[in-house]
């Protein structure tokens, strides 16, 4: 091989080394930024201290949820729990101003599960008291029936008819019975009724 062939090898090989270089830096950059844009895909309003808030959802897995999760209010002031309080052990925390800073009272974390399993229907089912909130109850949720028998009870029939005003809820209260009401009991499928679940 003469002196020519070499420095041919020699340049090919350095531009094979920049180019694989700048490849790898650019996949590198991408994956970074497509970390960061994952981070706040739901556009999430921040605060002044850059931590995004708002409410939790129930189909939002514990990546997606806001830094500050919207929990009430104090005497008209917005209340927001951390993350890592939503998430964490159930107990009294912390509810915090929209600034993520100041306590204006405390909150109680209940068990939670976010990812409830499905049923062959595509119903989520599990307990009440996994859920974080009423408004992230499974479909179906599990209930002892009046014979004792365990199943699952549809949320909705459970909920009953949400009134849309106040006045309409006074007329739902008057309208309901001292004796309570019945409702299906369904197996975990939703559909098989397997016994009857007396609500008070």
């Given amino acids: 091989m003469d ?26 950059d991408a994956k970074s930024t497509m970390i960061q844009s994952n981070r706040n895909t739901l556009n999430y309003p921040e605060n002044e201290h850059g931590q995004t808030y708002g409410s939790a959802q129930e189909d939002h897995s514990a990546d997606m949820l806001p830094d500050l999760i919207h929990a009430g209010s104090v005497n008209g002031i917005q209340g927001y729990l951390l993350k890592k309080d939503y998430l964490g052990e159930p107990g009294d925390v912390p509810l915090y ?4 800073k100041t306590v204006i009272g405390t ?6 599960n976010m990812n409830f399993p499905k049923n062959i229907h595509g119903q989520t089912y599990g307990s009440s008291a996994d859920a974080a909130s009423p408004g ?20 909705k029939d459970l909920d009953g008819e949400l009134p849309k005003s106040p006045e309409e809820a006074i007329a739902i209260q008057n309208s309901r019975s001292p004796d309570g009401r019945d409702i299906p009991l369904y197996d975990v499928d939703g559909e098989s ?7 008070d």
């Fill in 3 to 28: 002196f020519t062939s070499i420095r041919i090898v020699f340049v090919v090989g350095c531009i094979v080394f920049v180019l694989g270089s700048v490849m790898v830096f650019q996949s590198t």
């Fill in 136 to 155: 992230m109850e499974p479909e179906l949720i599990r209930a002892i029936g009046v014979d004792g028998t365990e199943g699952y009870v549809l949320k």
């Fill in 97 to 100: 101003d929209v600034d993520g």
């Fill in 193 to 199: 009724v397997i016994g009857v679940f007396h609500v």
């Fill in 107 to 112: 909150f109680h974390v209940g068990a939670k």
